[in-house]
């Protein structure tokens, strides 16, 4: 009994480490309202998640479907980290994929 103890506390460790490791992704929706110099200005479209956090996000020109030339008006598919600045317009910084979805 003594050893099952610290096996079973090393076991919870090693999953707790694993768990923590996992690389959580996020996807939304946007149209382009503006394209600057690096980056795309965009709004979430209507019952996106994104949509109650901001109305306005700024999305870096990372990752792009090279097929696809995104314009303003353009419906984008995003895929990012999950994470939004909360600044205004709001930021996204990490994305893992771009592509145009109309």
């Known amino acids: 009994m003594k050893k099952l103890?610290?096996?079973l506390l090393s076991l919870a460790f090693v999953l707790t480490l694993i768990g923590c490791t996992s690389e959580d992704k996020a996807a939304f929706q946007?149209?382009?309202?503006?394209?600057q110099d690096g980056?795309?200005?965009v709004?979430?479209?209507?019952?996106s998640t994104e949509l109650n956090s901001a109305d306005?996000?700024?999305v870096p020109m990372v990752n792009i479907n090279p097929s696809q030339e995104p314009e303003v008006g353009d419906t984008l598919e995003i895929v990012y980290d999950g994470a939004i600045?909360?600044?205004?317009?709001?930021?996204?910084?990490t994305?893992?994929?771009i592509s145009v979805v109309e």
């Open 5 to 7: 103890i610290p096996l």
């Open 30 to 35: 946007a149209t382009i309202l503006e394209i």
């Open 39 to 41: 980056y795309y200005l």
């Open 43 to 47: 709004e979430p479209v209507e019952g």
């Open 56 to 58: 306005q996000i700024t």
């Open 85 to 93: 600045a909360e600044s205004y317009p709001a930021q996204i910084n």
């Open 95 to 97: 994305v893992y994929s």
